[in-house]
């Protein structure tokens, strides 16, 4: 019983992450916010997976192997990174927007990775 009432409120604990973004998100106000979003965006989504494509092709990793390196490294940030910035006293405005642009972004950047990997 204890099981499944961890387990029910573990698989709840994506929405509720996503609902917190979604309640945070303000739009950027500044320039220098809007381009501090487009860096990170660029180095998740681009910059790091270019890097361990480059770093599997290095050292030979098998085909599987590879491609799974690429999934890992081409995901949009996790939403528990606008609970910790929130609760430490960080820009959660901020984050919340980057998760958000990451997320819709990661729907072209994600197979585009995945078929440069094969």
């Known amino acids: 019983?204890?099981?499944?009432?961890?387990?029910?409120?573990?698989?709840?604990?994506?929405?509720?992450?996503?609902?917190?973004?979604?309640?945070?998100?303000?739009?950027?106000?500044?320039k220098k916010d809007l381009t501090l979003v487009g860096m990170w965006v660029t180095l998740k989504l681009m910059v790091l997976?270019?890097?361990?494509?480059?770093?599997?092709?290095?050292?030979?990793?098998?085909?599987?192997?590879?491609?799974?390196?690429?999934?890992l490294a081409s995901m949009p940030t996790a939403t528990s990174a606008f609970v910790m910035a929130t609760?430490?006293?960080?820009?959660?405005?901020?984050?919340?927007?980057?998760i958000s642009v990451m997320t819709i972004l990661a729907g072209l950047t994600v197979p585009f990775w995945l078929a440069m990997a094969k």
């Not at 979604?22 to 739009?27: F, I, T």
């Not at 997976?49 to 999934?71: D, T």
């Open 1 to 30: 019983m204890i099981h499944n009432n961890l387990v029910r409120m573990g698989n709840a604990s994506i929405p509720l992450g996503l609902m917190a973004i979604g309640a945070g998100l303000q739009w950027v106000s500044t």
């Open 49 to 71: 997976p270019l890097l361990v494509l480059i770093g599997a092709h290095i050292i030979n990793l098998p085909e599987q192997q590879r491609i799974n390196a690429i999934i």
């Open 87 to 98: 609760r430490m006293g960080g820009n959660g405005a901020i984050v919340s927007v980057t």
